[in-house]
Nanobody
Framework: QVSLVESGGGLVQAGGSLRLSCAASARTFATYAMGWFRQSLGKDREFVAAINWSGGNTDYADSVKGRFTISRDNAKKTVYLQMNSLKPEETGVYYC????????????????????WGPGTQVTVSS
């Protein structure tokens, strides 16, 4: 069983920054790929960023490349999402997710590849 808890969401003005964290309870966290997804009101959940087990490979949605950075600290069992230059359309609930297939070299970008999800954290970007 894997428990994930996101934090760091909040209200920020357009152009501002937030850093999201996702703390995991899993003993074998260091073998998991981790992803961040976003769901805005009335829209489907969409991929934002992902990182493989070692942190050596990352992937991003085209819309966030150059502005968002995903990272992880395996000793702390935590994954982060640094979000800069935020836009109002990026308002939504941000979820972290774990792909518990061990040692996947390239992190998945589709939500069905992930086994466990956190409850989400709300990010609101005002214009």
């Amino acid at each position: 069983q894997v428990s994930l808890v996101e934090s760091g969401g909040g209200l920020v003005q357009a152009g501002g920054s937030l850093r999201l964290s996702c703390a995991a309870s899993a003993r074998t966290f260091a073998t998991y790929a981790m992803g961040w997804f976003r769901q805005s009101l009335g829209k489907d959940r969409e991929f934002v960023a992902a990182i493989n087990w070692s942190g050596g490979n990352t992937d991003y949605a085209d819309s966030v490349k150059g502005r968002f950075t995903i990272s992880r600290d395996n000793a702390k069992k935590t994954v982060y999402l640094q979000m800069n230059s935020l836009k109002p359309e990026e308002t939504g609930v941000y979820y972290c997710a774990a792909d518990t297939s061990p040692g996947v070299p390239f992190p998945p970008t589709t939500d069905y590849a992930y086994d466990y999800w956190g409850p989400g954290t709300q990010v609101t970007v005002s214009s």
